[in-house]
Every structure is written in structure tokens, then in C-alpha cells.
């Protein structure tokens, strides 16, 4: 594809940050050629990922930065207001990759700024590939809009949407549920079969399936299956028996949400 390849060429951004979204990220964006330098707090971990890519490595506090054209704070939350009071607008684009942070808060610290939001999970342990991540972009104008999207698509994606602050807040909570709760419950699973020495892997036909099911385009609801939906409360409590004290109390307070879901009338 010859369309932007002169850009992609182009190291011109610089990533803010060491975590795994930070380091995500960078390699996104060393695989398209703009990744310029790292900065952090910390000298000694920028540098760690900056050697990765054989980019230079700034502290953002004690450093001048590189001119780039755009900075990526991949940050935690707080850190993104201190980084917007205290480090001097330069011109640039100044984007913050968080969830549930407003794009207000750069007004009034950056003339030219917005957001560029993965909507993944991403983990330091489980690298993950750009082509499964859903950009979610806002910015202070059209303008820089596009120039972000252009960032976005030279990095490769999902799919690239705009969504507002509060569109991307209410997505960042449905994704704690769809993700991070999941991901929690499949954790539970797989230790109570670790501890009976039976190979967690056979649930992974099922788990998918359910995940298909879930995208099928009929409500995850109305495809509810299992003792809780269908009121077997002696199935339940014998599960429950069964279980470590806290695995159990998780067991019955979603077998009862499951239950009350399905059966309104008998609350």
C-alpha cells in the first residue's frame, strides 16, 4: 500500500510512559517507523524499552523533549493532569490513551490535543496484535482529528471510531464487565480445576462458544444455560459445597443475579 508510506517513514511521535500500554504502543509504533523516543519519570525504565527499539530515551522532568509531532501520555490516571500542568505546551499534539479520563483535561494546558483510547486488554506477559484493537478517538478540533486517525491507521487496527468522552467512559465500563470480570471468573475456574489436577484446557470449546454465542446477535440473556437459570437450587448447593469459602460466596451471589434475571416475578 503506497498511500501515507512517506509518513510511516517518519519517526514523529514520542510515547510517555513504561507500562504495558506504553509499551504496546511503542511497538505499534516502531513497526510503522514512528516511534521517536520514550520518556518517562524514570530514566532507567524508558530506557529499558527505548534500547528495545533503538530509539533514544528522555526523564520526562529532568529532560528537554525531542520536537515530535505527537506525545502519547500512556500514563496512569493521575499522572495525566500533573503531566498536562507541568510539562510546557510545545505545539504539538498531546494525546492520553485513558479510559475514563476527559478530554477536557487538557483545556487550557495544550493548544492542539485530544485522545487515543485501545479498547483492549493488554498485558505485558501476552503481547497483543494491533490488527484486534479498536481505536476510540476524540480531539479538540477536525483537524487534529484526522491527524490522529492517520496515527491510528499507520499502526494498524480493529477498526478506528470517535466516540466522546462520555461515549468512551460508558464503553470503558461495559469493557470491566465483558473483560476484566470475565477474565476474573475464568481465573476462579481454572484454579479450582488446577486444584483437583484436572487440565483446565477442556473448557476452552465451551468458553468460546460462548463468547460466539454472545456476538450472535441475540441478547447474551436470552442465551443464559446452567442450574441458575433454570432454578435448580439443589445443583446449586451441592456446587457450592464443593467449593473453597470464597470461590463459593462468588458462585452464589452471581447464581442468585442469574436467577433473579430470569425469574422477576418470584423477587
Same mark, same amino acid.
Given at each position: ?59 520526562? !522532568? ?54 487515543? !483510547? ?140 442469574? !436467577? ?8
Amino acid at each position: 500500500m503506497e498511500t501515507g508510506t512517506d509518513r510511516r517513514l517518519t519517526p514523529d511521535t514520542v510515547v510517555i510512559g513504561t507500562g504495558n500500554v506504553a509499551t504496546d504502543i511503542a511497538r505499534f509504533l516502531a513497526g510503522c517507523r514512528r516511534l521517536k523516543a520514550i520518556a518517562a519519570r524514570s530514566i532507567d525504565k524508558a530506557d529499558a524499552i527505548a534500547r528495545i527499539h533503538g530509539v533514544p530515551a528522555y526523564g520526562l !522532568y529532568t529532560d528537554q523533549l525531542p520536537e515530535a509531532k505527537f506525545y502519547i501520555c500512556a500514563v496512569t490516571d493521575p499522572a495525566i493532569p500533573v503531566i498536562a500542568a507541568s510539562v510546557p505546551d510545545n505545539g504539538a499534539i498531546w494525546l492520553h490513551t485513558a479510559g475514563s479520563v476527559s478530554i477536557d483535561i487538557w483545556k487550557g494546558h495544550r493548544r492542539h490535543y485530544g485522545i487515543l !483510547y485501545p479498547l483492549q486488554t493488554i498485558s505485558a506477559r501476552r503481547p497483543v496484535s494491533p490488527d484486534t484493537v479498536p481505536w476510540l478517538t476524540e480531539a479538540d478540533s477536525d483537524s487534529t482529528l484526522a491527524l490522529i486517525d492517520d496515527l491510528a491507521k499507520s499502526m494498524g487496527g480493529y477498526c478506528i471510531e470517535h466516540k466522546t468522552s462520555h461515549e468512551r467512559a460508558m464503553l470503558h465500563i461495559a469493557a470491566v464487565f465483558a473483560c476484566n470480570f470475565t477474565n476474573y471468573i475464568l481465573g476462579e475456574a481454572f484454579e479450582f480445576l488446577d486444584r483437583k489436577e484436572i487440565d483446565p484446557a477442556i473448557l476452552k470449546p465451551l468458553v468460546m462458544h460462548t463468547v460466539d454465542n454472545a456476538f450472535s446477535g441475540r441478547s447474551p440473556h436470552e442465551l443464559q444455560t446452567g442450574p441458575a437459570v433454570r432454578g435448580n437450587r439443589a445443583v446449586i448447593e451441592t456446587h457450592i459445597s464443593r467449593l473453597p469459602a470464597e470461590a463459593a460466596e462468588t458462585y452464589r451471589f452471581l447464581s442468585e443475579k442469574i !436467577y433473579r434475571k430470569h425469574h422477576p416475578q418470584q423477587q
